[in-house]
């Protein structure tokens, strides 16, 4: 199996969409996927330490005129619930957040926070797409852009180990 297959679809749709900036944090399922964004050469990455820089980075590259992503866990899309509503939902910022989606079904650990992180998505009005399915990586992502860029909101991509090759 091709662990890097999910991965390099999600940054050709990222690419595809003409996102210029991806905001990260590291996490170990999102491992492959992070190292891509750092080899590319044609998008800007931005490490973070906290996922609340990443909405204000983000935002702020919007104004000037870029589309933008944030690659994040979902317990950090969690802590990062006020940058987005006071920032990214209070401004009518367009972002594509990409949540790793641990606690998922068929994932050990972190079952309480894979339980709240549809529900608070949903609760801030963020539209979410899970993705499982390979095939639907690359439209599903490039699809999502163009959904908060018409929307001027932040639009979610749930991804689940399924896509980023990480299920054992």
Request: with cysteine; aromatic share 4%; proline share 4%.
């Amino acid at each position: 199996m091709d662990r890097q297959a999910g991965p390099r679809a999600i940054l050709e749709g990222l690419k595809a969409a003409g996102i210029t900036l991806i905001a990260t944090l590291p996490d170990e399922n999102l491992t492959e996927l992070l190292k891509l964004v750092e080899a590319d050469r044609e998008s800007i990455h931005v490490p973070l330490c906290r996922e609340e820089e990443g909405i204000g980075i983000c935002a702020g590259a919007t104004l000037v005129g870029k589309k933008t992503a944030i690659i994040m866990q979902n317990g950090g899309f969690l802590n990062s619930c006020n940058a987005l509503t006071t920032t990214a939902l209070q401004f009518q910022i367009p972002l594509l957040l990409l949540i790793y989606y641990a606690g998922d079904i068929g994932d050990r650990g972190f079952a309480t926070v894979g339980t709240v992180t549809e529900p608070v998505l949903h609760a801030l009005g963020i539209r979410t797409y899970l993705l499982r399915r390979m095939e639907e990586i690359k439209e599903t992502v490039h699809q999502a852009q163009v959904l908060a860029w018409d929307a001027n909101r932040p639009v979610a991509l749930l991804l689940t180990k399924d896509v980023l090759g990480t299920r054992g």
